[in-house]
C-alpha cells in the first residue's frame, strides 16, 4: 500500500494545482488495458485526436477573419472611412464614387481566399478521413484517420502511409525490422530500418497483439524527428519487464513501410502532436515590399490629403471673416446649418474636403493591382519554356500576390535531395591499392546505354593485387545494410530489368550502398541475399561464397564510418570497415595510404563521393573482448549511446587499407548553371538538408555552390566537441574578417579571384546550441549575430542534419535581421513545408516526395532550372511593371487632385468641384486605367533572352530600387508641376480671351473641361512615352482610350439626358473644341507638362546610365544598322527616351 500512495502521489502532484504544462512526460497505456493491480495508478491522460488541420478559416469565422484582415490594409480601411463620411454628412461627390470599387476589391479578395482556403479544407479532408485498420478485441477493425486515439494498435500494411506517431511492437519478418521511407519527412528517399520491442516482436497476429499488457513512458512531443526517448513496461508475470525505447523504434507519422508485409504499432503521438505536425508552420498572410512600399506611400498621401483639407478649411473661415464674404449662395445652406456652432461647421467643411480631394488616393489603383497580379500569373502558367515534358507538368501560381517579390529576392534557401539532386547515384570508380577500376555506368539498378561487359582500366593486375582487388570487393559486397528484393517494380518504377529479363534489386538506407554494390556486381562480385544470418556472394567463377554476419557498427555523423564483423566459411574472422577518408586513415596501420590518399583528393576534386574501405583480421580472442565490449555497453540505458561509440571507437582500430570508392549522385539538368546564375544575379545560395554533411557537401560541389578556391569553414558538432562553441564562433569570425577588415563586401560578386572565398558548413546540433539564448556566460555575446556575420562573408553556407522546423528557423533568422532581406525558399518534400512558409516566397518542386511542398507553396515549378527563368525573366519583368503602375498611379492622381486644390482659391473655398461629376467618377476607372494595366503586363524593357544571358541584370532592381523614397518624390513633384502647367496655363491663356469667335463667353464648367482634357492627354502621353514594347494590342489601347474620352465627352455633353437633374455640361466640350485658341492651348500645355521628363530622361541616361539603360542603348544602336535589322526583329517596335 506504501508503494501505491507513493505512486499516487506524486502523480497527483504532477497534474493538480496547475502544473499539469509542466509534465515532460507521457504515459501510453497500450490498447486502453490498465496496468495490474499494485503496479501503478491508473491515469487516462488527454490526448488530441488524429485530426490534421492545415486550414485558416472556418465556416463560423470566415467573414469576422477576413473583414479584420482586409480592413488591416491602410487603404481599405481609408476608403471604408470615406465611404462613411459620404453617408453621413453632405458632401460635394455621391457616396457611389467611393464605395462600388470599394466593396469590389473586398469581395473579389475575400473570394479568392475563400476559395484557397477552401482547397486547404479539402486536402485535410481526404487525409483526416482516410480508412486506418485499428485492433481491437483481437480483430482488425477498420476505421478513419481522425478516430485514431493515443493508445490504439494501429495495423499497417506494405506501402501504406503510417496514420500517426507509432512505437513498433512487432513485423511481419522474423527479426522484427521493417523498412521506411521518410522522404516526405527529411527529403531522404532511401529505405531505413526501424526495430521492433524485444520482448514484443513475437507477436505476429491481431489476437497475439491484443493480449499485450503493457504501458509506454514516454516524453511529451517535441519537433525534433531524430530524438525520442521513452521506456516500455511490459507485464508478463509477477515482475514487468522494462526496456528503453529510442528513434529506431518509432514510425513517424508520413513515412510509409516498404518491404515489410506489415507491422503493428502503438500510436503515441496523434494529430497536431505528431512530430511532422509540429514542424509546420501556419499559413500566415505574406505580403510583398511593393505592397509594403504602396502602403509607405499612401500614408504619405492621406498625410497631403488631410494637409490640403485643413488649409482650405481655414482659409475659408479667413475668407469669410469679411463681413462682406459670407457662404455662396449656390451651396444652398439653410439657416440651421448657418447657424451652427463655429467647431461644428469647421469639422464639416474640414469632411466636405476631405472627400472633395479624397481622389489623391487611388483606391482603383489597388482594383488595377489586384486584376494585375491575377492575370499575370497566367505568364507563367502558359510559359512553354517552365513545362516539363516528362512529367507533363507547368508551373503553378498558388498566390498571385507575391508576382513582384520574384524580382527582390536577395536569399535562396533550397533542399538537396530532389531539388538539387535527382537522387539517383552513379558508381564511378574504385581505387585498390593504387589500381583504379572503372565498371560500366550502373545507376539504381538500370544499366546505362553502351554498358556490355566488364571494362577496366588495369585488366592484368599481377596475382597479389587481384587478390587485394577481389578481398576490396568482398568487403564492398559485405559492408553494408542493403537488402534485396526479388520484384520489376518498386513505386510504380523498373528496377532491375536488363535485356528484358527479370532480376533482384536493392533497397538501403543509403542510396550510394547501392551505387556501391551495384558497381561490385558488374566488376564480378554480386551480393545475392542475407538469410538466416548468412550473407551470400556471387563471386566471378559463379560460385557462392557465405559469410556468417555477426555484428553490424551501424553508420553515424560523428563517427563517419561503418563496420561489419562476418565469419568465412572456413572459420576465419574479419572487421571491414568503410567510411569518410577523415575517419578510416588516421586508424590505418598499414596498406598504399598515399596513392590511395592522392585518388581520394582527385575524385574530391571533381565533386565525387567518395569513401575509404579497411579491413581487420580478428582472433577468436579479439573477437570475445568485442562481444563484450558491445554487450556491455548495449545493455545500459543510461548512457547507452556515449558508450556504444566508445566500445565502436575500441573497436575500429589497428586498421589495413584496402582502397577507396567514387560515386555521383546526379545533379538535376541545368542545376549547377542555374545556382551560378543565381549568383552572379546578387543571390546567395544556402543549402538546408536533413541528409549527411559528406553527402550534402559534394553536392555543394557538383552544383557549384562550392567551388576549387572555396575554403570551406565547418562549425559542426565534432569540432566543438574538441573546442567550445564561443572559441570556434570567435576563431571563424577572424577567419572571415582577417582579409576584409570591416570592408563592405557583395558576397554574391564573390566571383572574383582577388576575394578569399568562404563556405561555412553548419549542422543542425550546432544551430540549435547557436540560436539558443546564452545564458551562463553574459560576455560571450550573442551567438546569432556573430553567426550572421561569418555568413555575410561566405559565398555559400551548407547547413545539413535540419529538422524542419530548424530550417523554418533559419530563413526566419535571416528574414529578420537588420538588412530585413527578401527570401525565397525551395524544396520538394513535407519536410520543406515549414521553410516554405516561412519564406516571403516559397516555391515547390513537383518531385517524387508527394505534393505537400506544391500544395503548400506560393509557386510550383517542375524542376530547379526553372527557378532561373522564374526569377531573372518573370520576376524582374513583374517587379518593373508593378512599380511603375503604382509610381504612375499615384502621379496621375496628384495631376488629376492637384488642380482641384488651386480651384478653390478661385472660388471662395466653397468645396465647388472643378471637374464635373462624370469626369470625376470615369477618371481612373474608364479613361486613363486601361492602358496602364496593358502595361503592367505586357512591358518588357529588355528582351527576355538577354535578361537569362546576363543576370546581372537583376541587380539593377535589387532592394526595391524603383519604389524608393527619391524616384517617389520625383513622380509626385513631377505631378504637382503639370498640374500647376495645366492649371495657371489655362487660366493665363484665357485671362483675356473670355470670348469664343460667336461672342459666347466660357464659363467655369468649360475651363473645368479644358483642364481636364489636358491632364487626360498628358498622362496618356506619359505612360506612352515610358513604353518599350509596342504590339499591337499597346497601339488599340492607348490611343482607344483617348478616342473614348472624346467620344464620351461629345455624347456627355451633346444630349439632354433625362435622367440627370442637372444639364450643366450640354454643348461645352463641342464649345470648347469649337474655339481655335483652346485647340492651340491644349497642344502648348501637353508639350510644356511632358518637356521636363524627357529631358530629364536624356540627361540621365547620358550622365548616369544604368547597365539596363546601356543595354537598350546598344540594341537601338544595333537596330538602327541595317545588316543587324532582320536579326533583332521583333513583332514589336519600340521607342525609348
Known amino acids: 500500500m506504501g508503494m501505491d500512495f507513493s505512486t499516487l502521489r506524486s502523480l497527483i502532484s504532477r497534474f493538480c494545482a496547475g502544473e499539469e504544462n509542466c509534465v515532460d512526460t507521457r504515459t501510453v497505456y497500450i490498447g486502453h488495458k490498465e496496468p495490474p493491480p499494485g503496479a501503478e495508478a491508473f491515469i487516462q491522460q488527454r490526448f488530441p485526436d488524429n485530426r490534421i488541420v492545415s486550414s485558416k478559416y472556418t465556416f463560423w469565422n470566415f467573414v469576422p477573419k477576413n473583414m479584420f484582415e482586409q480592413f488591416r490594409r491602410v487603404a481599405n480601411f481609408y476608403f471604408l472611412i470615406i465611404f462613411l463620411v459620404q453617408l453621413i454628412i453632405d458632401t460635394p461627390t455621391s457616396p457611389i464614387t467611393s464605395g462600388l470599387p470599394l466593396f469590389f476589391v473586398i469581395i473579389v479578395t475575400a473570394i479568392k481566399q475563400g476559395y484557397e482556403d477552401w482547397l486547404r479544407h479539402k486536402a485535410d479532408n481526404a487525409v483526416n478521413l482516410c480508412p486506418v485498420h485499428v485492433v481491437q478485441h483481437g480483430r482488425v477493425v477498420r476505421t478513419q484517420s481522425r478516430k485514431l486515439r493515443v493508445g490504439d494498435v494501429v495495423h499497417v500494411k506494405q506501402d501504406e502511409t503510417f496514420p500517426c506517431d507509432l512505437i513498433l511492437l512487432s513485423s511481419s519478418r522474423d527479426d522484427g525490422t521493417c523498412y521506411v521511407t521518410t522522404a516526405s519527412l527529411d527529403g531522404e528517399s532511401s529505405h531505413k530500418t526501424y526495430h521492433a520491442v524485444q520482448d514484443t516482436k513475437a507477436y505476429k497476429t491481431e489476437k497475439e497483439v491484443a493480449c499485450i499488457h503493457a504501458t509506454i513512458d514516454c516524453e511529451q512531443p517535441q519537433p525534433d524527428l531524430y530524438k525520442f526517448r521513452g521506456n516500455i513496461n511490459i507485464y508478463m508475470g509477477n515482475e514487468p519487464v522494462s526496456r528503453s525505447l529510442a528513434s529506431q523504434n518509432l514510425l513517424l507519422r508520413g513515412a510509409t513501410l516498404k518491404n515489410t508485409e506489415y507491422i503493428f504499432g502503438v500510436a503515441i503521438y496523434t494529430g497536431m502532436e505528431s512530430k511532422m505536425a509540429l514542424n509546420y508552420q501556419s499559413k500566415s498572410q505574406k505580403r510583398s515590399a511593393v505592397e509594403k512600399s504602396m502602403n509607405a506611400y499612401l500614408v504619405v498621401y492621406l498625410c497631403i490629403l488631410i494637409s490640403k483639407a485643413v ?3 481655414v482659409l475659408k473661415y479667413v475668407w469669410q471673416a469679411d463681413p462682406n464674404k459670407d457662404e455662396p449662395w449656390y451651396n444652398e445652406k439653410t439657416e440651421t446649418e448657418r447657424q451652427r456652432h463655429i467647431l461644428i461647421r469647421a469639422f464639416t467643411d474640414f469632411l466636405a474636403f476631405m472627400v472633395l480631394f479624397n481622389y489623391i488616393i487611388p483606391v482603383s489603383m489597388y482594383v488595377t493591382v489586384e486584376m494585375q497580379k491575377f492575370l ?35 536569399y535562396v534557401f533550397t533542399d538537396k535531395t530532389g531539388t538539387l539532386t535527382e537522387n539517383n547515384m552513379e558508381f564511378i570508380e574504385c581505387c585498390v591499392d593504387g589500381t583504379v577500376y572503372e565498371p560500366d555506368a550502373i545507376c539504381n539498378g538500370q544499366v546505362m546505354p553502351g554498358a556490355a561487359d566488364i571494362d577496366m582500366i588495369d585488366t592484368s593486375p599481377g596475382p597479389q593485387a587481384r587478390e587485394r582487388a577481389e578481398l576490396f570487393f568482398r568487403a564492398l559486397c559485405l559492408c553494408h545494410t542493403v537488402q534485396v528484393k526479388e520484384e520489376e517494380t518498386v513505386d510504380g518504377i523498373k528496377h532491375g530489368i536488363h535485356q528484358g529479363k527479370s532480376s533482384s534489386f536493392y533497397i538501403s538506407s543509403s542510396p550510394d550502398e547501392v551505387a556501391l554494390v551495384e558497381g561490385m556486381k558488374r566488376l564480378g562480385f554480386t551480393y545475392l541475399r542475407l538469410k538466416d544470418g548468412q550473407m551470400e556472394i556471387l563471386n566471378r567463377d559463379d560460385e557462392v561464397e557465405r559469410f556468417e554476419l555477426l555484428e553490424v557498427l551501424t553508420f553515424d555523423s560523428v563517427r563517419r564510418r561503418m563496420s561489419v564483423i562476418v565469419r568465412s566459411s572456413t572459420g576465419e574472422l574479419y572487421l571491414f570497415c568503410k567510411g569518410a577518408d577523415s575517419s578510416i586513415f588516421p586508424r590505418v596501420i598499414s596498406g598504399k595510404v598515399e596513392q590511395v590518399k592522392a585518388r581520394v583528393e582527385h575524385n574530391a576534386v571533381e565533386g565525387l563521393r567518395t569513401l575509404c574501405v579497411a ?26 549511446d556515449k558508450l556504444v561509440a566508445e566500445a565502436y571507437d575500441l573497436i575500429e582500430r589497428d586498421l589495413i587499407l584496402l582502397g577507396a570508392t567514387a560515386v555521383e549522385d546526379r545533379l538535376q539538368e541545368k542545376a549547377a548553371d542555374t545556382i551560378e546564375s543565381l549568383h552572379k544575379a546578387g543571390m546567395k545560395v544556402w543549402v538546408l538538408t536533413g541528409d549527411k554533411m559528406e553527402t550534402a557537401a559534394a553536392t555543394c560541389y557538383a552544383s557549384k555552390l562550392f567551388r576549387r578556391s572555396t575554403q570551406i569553414l565547418e562549425l559542426t558538432t565534432k569540432r566543438t566537441e574538441e573546442q567550445s562553441l564561443h572559441d570556434v564562433l570567435f576563431e571563424l569570425k577572424r577567419t572571415v574578417l582577417r582579409h576584409y577588415g570591416t570592408m563592405p563586401r557583395d558576397i554574391s560578386s564573390g566571383l572574383s579571384s582577388e576575394y578569399a572565398d568562404y563556405g561555412l558548413i553548419i549542422d543542425g546540433a550546432t544551430l540549435s546550441a547557436v540560436m539558443r539564448p546564452n545564458q551562463e556566460d553574459s560576455n560571450s555575446g550573442n551567438y546569432k549575430e556573430i553567426f550572421l556575420e561569418i555568413c555575410r562573408n561566405c559565398s555559400a553556407v551548407l547547413c545539413c542534419r535540419m529538422a524542419p522546423l530548424q530550417k523554418a528557423q533559419i530563413v526566419k533568422m535571416i528574414k529578420t535581421s537588420k538588412e530585413h532581406p527578401i527570401t525565397l525558399a525551395i524544396g520538394d518534400g513535407a519536410n520543406d513545408v515549414s521553410m516554405i512558409l516561412e519564406a516571403h516566397v516559397g516555391i515547390g518542386i513537383m518531385g517524387k516526395e508527394g505534393r505537400q ?36 498611379f499615384f502621379y496621375k492622381n496628384v ?23 462624370a469626369y470625376l467618377t470615369l477618371y481612373n476607372i474608364s479613361f486613363t486605367s486601361l492602358p496602364i494595366l496593358l502595361y503592367s503586363l505586357m512591358e518588357q524593357h529588355i528582351n527576355m533572352d538577354i535578361l537569362k544571358k546576363d543576370p546581372s541584370l537583376y541587380r539593377d532592381i535589387a532592394k526595391n530600387s524603383l519604389l524608393t523614397w527619391p524616384i517617389f518624390i520625383y513622380w509626385t513633384v513631377l505631378g504637382v508641376y503639370d498640374a500647376i502647367v495645366m492649371f495657371f496655363g489655362a487660366y493665363f491663356l484665357f485671362d483675356n480671351t473670355t470670348f469664343t469667335s460667336n461672342g459666347q463667353m466660357f ?23 515610358d513604353t ?27 444630349i439632354i439626358w433625362p435622367f440627370l437633374n442637372y444639364q450643366r455640361m450640354y454643348y461645352v466640350f463641342m464649345q470648347m473644341l469649337s474655339s481655335g485658341p483652346a485647340w492651340l492651348s491644349i497642344i502648348l500645355l501637353i508639350t510644356a507638362s511632358l518637356l521636363p521628363d ?4 536624356v540627361f540621365w541616361r547620358a550622365l548616369w546610365p544604368t547597365t539596363t539603360e546601356r543595354i537598350q542603348t546598344k540594341r537601338r544602336c544595333l537596330a538602327s544598322e541595317p545588316s543587324t535589322i532582320f536579326m533583332l526583329s521583333q513583332t514589336s517596335s519600340r521607342i525609348s527616351f
Open 376 to 410: 499575370g500569373s497566367y505568364f507563367i502558367m502558359w510559359d512553354d519554356e517552365m513545362l516539363d515534358e516528362e512529367l507533363g507538368e507547368r508551373a503553378v501560381v498558388n498566390t498571385s500576390d507575391l508576382n513582384e517579390e520574384l524580382g527582390q529576392v536577395e
Open 311 to 313: 488649409i482650405n478649411t
Open 1003 to 1025: 464659363g467655369n464648367w468649360t475651363f473645368g473641361t479644358l483642364v481636364f482634357t489636358v491632364l487626360v492627354f498628358t498622362v496618356t502621353f506619359k505612360l506612352a512615352l
Open 615 to 640: 579491413y581487420r583480421p580478428l582472433s577468436p580472442e579479439q573477437y570475445e573482448q568485442v562481444c563484450h565490449l558491445l554487450t556491455r555497453a548495449k545493455l545500459e540505458f543510461q548512457d547507452q
Open 1094 to 1097: 524627357v529631358v530629364k530622361k
Open 853 to 888: 511542398a506544391v500544395r503548400n507553396s506560393d509557386y510550383a515549378i517542375p524542376k530547379f532550372k526553372h527557378l532561373k527563368k522564374m526569377l531573372l525573366v518573370h520576376g524582374h519583368y513583374y517587379y518593373i511593371r508593378i512599380s511603375e503602375l503604382v509610381q504612375y
Open 895 to 917: 495631376c488629376f487632385i492637384f488642380p482641384q486644390f488651386l480651384y478653390q482659391f478661385f472660388c471662395g473655398f466653397s468645396q465647388q468641384p472643378l471637374y464635373d461629376t
Open 1028 to 1054: 518599350h514594347y509596342w504590339t499591337w494590342i499597346n497601339h488599340f489601347v492607348i490611343w482607344g482610350s483617348l478616342v473614348f474620352f472624346v467620344v464620351f465627352s461629345l455624347l456627355w455633353g451633346g
